[in-house]
């Protein structure tokens, strides 16, 4: 049996009832007010039935524009960044884009460029919470770099989209210090990060000068490594803390596993909070007060400033994306 031709623009036109020219416009993106909503629709349903496919190849080199961006993610297996990478797809896709997803390396090394050549490949990328140096490797083929969730001050991107990672620390800080708390230890991420660089230093100042007594022991971001870090705060020789605050829901999970072996009840005994409201912080007894940071609105938003950037524009860094408090049975007044 003899395959099946590959359906051409021709046929969606045909198809469509429209010219072949139309059927370009809808798939360079260059429709907007030349080509209505309604036919547009109607080219790309014809385009779904008859399954056909543009030529990227010639479209880049028609366009300069290959319509693909890179997002750059510490890991895969973090909840944070599924979603993140969900708000991304949803605006890329309205603005014609696909997007690939990279893990950076885990030693924290240089990534190293997954294509032959990202310029070749790639239009921008956007990297969430990792120092810029870490994408040299792309720095160095000028695509246009958004950065989510680091340094602002960091002149090698375009633009910074961050989360108000600031508020949700003093909210943590402000919920506990109500709660009457005077001895807090913080379960901090021992990396070599901005954003959990700022959270220590928000921790530090939201305390001063409230008669708190602040203890910080580090971890991996693991619910093993928080376990054996709240059992040092919690086996310390001097005043024991009455909460534990965690950079990460997963730490303080490990909080909860630790304050259980050690014989002490939360939150009668010792109250902990999290940071970020994964799944799990809802899936444990108590569950986890922390906060709520939007991935998706962080990834919708980082993806519109890439938008923007790749149309000419320079939009500077947008406000913080604001986050919320969410109070659960993890924390209560100190015994």
Same mark, same amino acid.
């Given at each position: ?39 547009? +629709?109607?080219? @790309?349903? &014809?385009?779904? *039935?008859? /399954? ?5 190849? !010639?479209?880049?080199? $028609? #366009? ?115 709660? +009457?708390?005077? @001895?807090? &230890?913080?379960? *901090?991420? /021992? ?5 959990? !660089?700022?959270?220590? $230093? #928000? ?125 659960? /049975? ?6």
């Amino acid at each position: 049996m003899a395959n099946r031709a590959r359906p051409t623009s021709r046929d969606v036109a045909r198809e469509a009832g429209v010219s072949q020219a139309t059927v370009s416009l809808v798939f360079g993106e260059k429709w907007h007010g030349r080509v209505s909503e309604r036919v547009v +629709g109607r080219v @790309r349903e &014809a385009a779904r *039935a008859l /399954g056909y496919r543009p030529n990227l190849a !010639a479209r880049t080199l $028609r #366009t300069g524009r290959t319509k693909t961006v890179l997002l750059v993610v510490p890991a895969l297996t973090n909840e944070y960044y599924a979603r993140l990478y969900h708000g991304v797809a949803r605006v890329a896709a309205e603005h014609g884009f696909g997007v690939v997803l990279y893990p950076s390396p885990s030693d924290g090394g240089p990534a190293r460029d997954p294509f032959v050549s990202a310029r070749a490949t790639l239009d921008g990328v956007l990297a969430s919470s990792m120092a810029s140096e870490v994408l040299a490797a792309f720095e160095g083929d000028g695509i246009p770099l958004v950065m989510l969730d680091s340094d602002p001050a960091n002149s090698r991107a375009a633009a910074t989209v961050n989360l108000d990672v600031v508020d949700g620390i003093r909210q943590l800080a402000a919920h506990l210090l109500s709660l +009457g708390h005077r @001895r807090i &230890a913080h379960i *901090a991420a /021992g990396l070599d990060s901005w954003t959990f !660089a700022v959270r220590s $230093r #928000t921790l530090a100042d939201a305390l001063a000068g409230t008669g708190a007594e602040l203890r910080t022991e580090y971890a991996e971001l693991t619910m093993d490594a928080g376990r054996r870090a709240a059992e040092r705060a919690l086996r310390a020789p001097e005043s024991r803390p009455t909460a534990l605050l965690c950079d990460f829901d997963l730490l303080a999970v490990g909080a909860l596993k630790a304050a259980r072996q050690l014989g002490l009840r939360v939150p009668e005994d010792v109250s902990v909070t999290g940071f970020d409201d994964l799944t799990i912080a809802v899936a444990v007894a108590p569950e986890l007060t922390t906060v709520r940071l939007p991935a998706e609105e962080a990834g919708e938003r980082g993806m519109r400033t890439l938008a923007s950037v790749l149309d000419g524009g320079r939009p500077g860094n947008p406000a913080p994306v604001p986050v919320s408090l969410v109070v659960r /049975g993890s924390t209560a007044p100190p015994a």
